[in-house]
């Protein structure tokens, strides 16, 4: 690489980071980190938990976006130094050192320039992840249940807690429809543009004459309910059927009625919940959820767009989005962005990065 080559790219990389530092507002965030800290030090702050566990979530959320923005611009300021040292010395070693490193801050400012594109209305808030398998029968369960264990596996590769609320085991694989929330922050405007139906392609292990098969499942991401939300549900418009959780092959879970299943009469949304043994506390969670999706249905009405929650016949459920093909050939394809792999193991794995990456960046393109 020649030294010129060299000293426009640390320019360019340069100026990509103070754009990052000015949206991200580095001062701001850190007068609202001194804000939290006095907050966080206040002795009756544990009086009430939930909102002691939101400022110090919060809080260190802010002070790891600060860390992170801090650490890459010193590199990025080693970097000139470490390649000044290359040539000086005329070092080989030095100079292969310096080019791994700028691959690495390359790599790491384009993953900080995404999170900066991640600027609406709910895109800060946690994420609420519906699954649900469609055409393909039991295919379609297992491809469901693949999904379900990707997002958790990406989740659980950056350290963001899961919670399942709740799973509907199909009979003889797989699941029919699951819901789990992603509590970290930025979850939901990352996760947002997975929303869609996903396709799966390959020989199926439950076809005795070993057919190739296609099946598809709907992925819904939503954005957690907050109080400032006002999201009013009348009980007089609610069905409330409680029925015994159940797991893999019908096996009960609980030994008391606690599931719960609300059903929205206006809208005809229905959520479940059954992770919890208390009825009370199940109720209180499938509540959650029930605004979470009357929120994300108001909020596509006010920005007008044609898709709508299940519940309303919309299309979201119909916009194929990613195909994952297992035979002939090996590759995972977003057919929006044409972003693929050919390694669907991996994909299915949680190494999904690459696909969040490039559908937030075409979704920014298509607001423009």
């Not at 957690?224 to 999201?231: G, K, L, N, R, S």
Request: aromatic share 6%.
């Amino acid at each position: 690489m020649a030294v010129v080559d060299v000293s426009e790219e640390l320019k360019s990389l340069s100026s990509t980071m103070e754009s990052i530092e000015a949206v991200l507002d580095l001062d701001t965030m850190r007068a609202e980190i001194a804000a939290l800290e006095e907050q966080a030090a206040a002795p009756s702050l544990w009086d009430n938990p939930d909102e002691a566990q939101k400022v110090t979530s919060k809080l260190s959320h802010l002070q790891a976006e600060v860390r992170k923005a801090e650490a890459l611009r010193g590199r990025i300021d080693d970097l000139a130094v470490l390649f000044q040292m290359a040539e000086e010395e005329d070092d080989s070693d030095t100079r292969a050192e310096a080019e791994s490193e700028l691959t690495s801050v390359r790599k790491a400012l384009d993953e900080m320039e995404v999170r900066t594109l991640l600027s609406g209305e709910y895109d800060a808030r946690e994420a609420l992840v519906n699954i649900r398998a469609e055409a393909g029968g039991v295919d379609a369960a297992d491809f469901a249940e693949k999904l379900q264990r990707m997002y958790l596996r990406w989740a659980e590769q950056r350290g963001y807690k899961t919670e399942i609320y709740e799973t509907s085991f199909a009979e003889e694989a797989g699941i029919k429809s699951t819901t789990f929330a992603v509590q970290a922050p930025y979850a939901y405007g990352t996760l947002s543009v997975e929303q869609g139906t996903h396709r799966l392609v390959r020989i199926s292990p439950y076809d005795n004459q070993g057919r190739r098969q296609t099946s598809f499942a709907g992925v819904e991401i939503l954005p957690v309910v907050e109080q400032t939300d006002h999201i009013e549900i009348d009980e007089s418009e609610l069905r409330v059927d409680v029925y015994r959780s159940s797991g893999p092959g019908g096996q009960g879970v609980n030994t008391t009625d606690s599931a719960v299943r609300l059903t929205h009469l206006p809208t005809g949304i229905v959520v479940s919940c059954q992770n919890e043994r208390s009825q009370i506390q199940n109720k209180a969670t499938a509540m959650n959820v029930l605004q979470a999706k009357l929120l994300e249905r108001r909020r596509q009405e006010e920005q007008e767009k044609m898709n709508a929650l299940k519940g309303d016949g919309g299309n979201s459920w119909g916009n194929q989005m990613r195909s994952y093909v297992l035979h002939p050939y090996q590759m995972v394809k977003d057919l929006r962005t044409e972003h693929e792999v050919g390694n669907p193991e991996a994909v299915f794995n949680g190494e999904i990065d690459g696909f969040l990456e490039a559908g937030i960046r075409w979704r920014k393109q298509q607001e423009k």
